[in-house]
Each structure stands twice: as structure tokens, then as C-alpha cells.
């Protein structure tokens, strides 16, 4: 029997595959692209392409495309990005109508072939979809997270380091809340090699960011037309990396809440430590008033459309 690590990629779309690629270079494991069977055979040429590249790059891991579940059985973690991606104009929210039927025909199939499988969602709206497919499979909240914290951070990082002038590898940011317009990056939590970032940046220019960091993924569907993959990719394998190789990386995540931050029976996104257990701990940041605040509209923001999903039938 093999001992190779297995990876379902829930969607053989942009993201997907830029999933594919990612863990087939860093040798995370063997990786499945999963598709609908309408999508069967582009999930198969993405997969055969991806892993032809290989011999040209060097990585040695067996890649395949399938529109089979039984394929996917025994999957040490799963990616979903399974849905409809935003288009021009469109929020999150319209989203639950189409992605809430994909996404619990994804958690009937994990529940069934991969019951042990440590899942990352990525589909939107994402708080709420991450929700639903753990209410659904009944996956121990460890086991499922979804993946918002790192690219938002990500993204307020980058804007950071091309208004200061300073190298990016030493600017470390925290967005936490939900994965849309009332994010919240964490001032007090964001520095640049330890130094508050208030020394480099000025308020005006910080607000600024802030406010475009709220709307980055919004700014990148009005410019392709579609949603963001690279740095989403990213980040989700920088998850499922940590997962993988029991990293202990403290990463801003969406979360299930039982009493942390004051919140209850809600994903959200906040600082957690990934290991080989899942979810082995979340860190509750000493928020100031102001934080507090921009965190209790953006529960609340969160906590409307999971109701919506709630009484979806």
C-alpha cells in the first residue's frame, strides 16, 4: 500500500489547477483534480498535461483527473473550490443560491468516500459555505476550515510593502472577520519585523489600505472578469502544507467559534495554529475597541447569510 500522501481537488478549474501544480512541485503528495462528469475529461487533460510537467520540472507525483468519488477514497485532504466564481458586480452573497446545492453535493461525497480527510474550502461566499459543509458532513470542526485569513493578510501585506518601500518578507499583517467587505486587518497585530507599522505608513495611507484591502478580491474580478486563483491557490496549500507536515503554523483562518471572541456556532476568520490534528488551537488576540467593533459588524455580516443558507431548502 502506498504511503504517499493523497489530495482531492474538489474543481479543475483556474483554481484547481493552480492547486495542482502547487502540490505536485512542493511533493506534498499523489493528486486527484475532481470535476463534474460534464468536466470529466478537461479534469483528465489538466491532470495528464500537469503531470507530463514533471519530467520537465522534476517532481515526481501521480496526478489524475476524475469525475468519480470512489477515485478521490481515502483522501488525507481535500480542496474545494467547487462553484460558481463571482463575476463583474456581483457579491458573495449572490452566490449562496447556486453554490449551496454544490456544496453539500461535496460534503455528501467527502461524508461517504473520505470520512478522515482534513478539508479546506475555498468556494463563496466562504464563511458560510465552510458552515454548511461541516453541518452537513458532521466532520469534527478540527478537520474543516476554510480558507480566507491568508489572502486577505496576504493581500493587505502586499499593499503594505508597496506603500512603505519595504521588502515584503518582513512585513507580517492579520485579517481576521469574514471573507468580505467588513474583513478585518488588525492593525495592532501588523508588523514589520516586529516594529507597529503605524512607524512606516502613515493613518491616512494605512485607512486607505484597509479599504482596499476590504474590496482585493472584488478588484481583481472588475480587471479579469473572474475570481483570483494564484494567491488563493497559495494559500490553501500553504494550509493543507501545514496540515501535511504537522507544521504548527499560526495562520488566520475561517474557523469554527465556540466561545472564542465571544462568538458562537459560526466560521469566521481568526489566528489559528494548523498541525498534524487539524485545528490544534485558536489564538484569541487582545483586540482593541475599535477592532472589537469592525469584528462584531463583520459576525454579523457572516451570521446573515448563514441564515439565508440555514433556511435554503
Known sequence: MSTRKKIALIG???IGGELAN?????????VLLFDIPAKGDFARGKALDLEQNGAVLGYDVKISGTSDWKECAGADVIIVTAGVPRKPGQSRDDLVAINVPIIRSVADGAKEHCPNAFVIVISNPLDAMVYEFQRRTG????????MA?????????SFLARESGLNIKDIRAMVLGGHGDDMVPILSATTVNGLPISKFVSKEKLDAIIARTRVGGGEIVKLMGTSAYYAPASAAVAMAE????????????????????????????????IGGKGVEKIVELELTAEEKAMLAKSAASVQGIVDVVKKFP
Do not use: H, T, W
Open 12 to 14: 479543475a478549474g483556474n
Open 139 to 146: 466532520f469534527p470542526k478540527e478537520k474543516v476550515v476554510g
Open 242 to 273: 501545514a496540515y501535511l507536515a504537522d507544521q504548527k503554523r499560526l495562520l488566520p483562518c475561517a474557523a469554527k467559534l465556540n466561545g472564542q471572541y465571544g462568538y458562537d456556532d459560526i466560521y469566521m476568520g481568526v489566528p489559528i495554529v
Open 149 to 157: 485569513g491568508v489572502l486577505d493578510s496576504a493581500r493587505f501585506s
Open 22 to 30: 502547487l502540490c505536485a512541485q512542493k511533493e506534498l503528495g499523489d
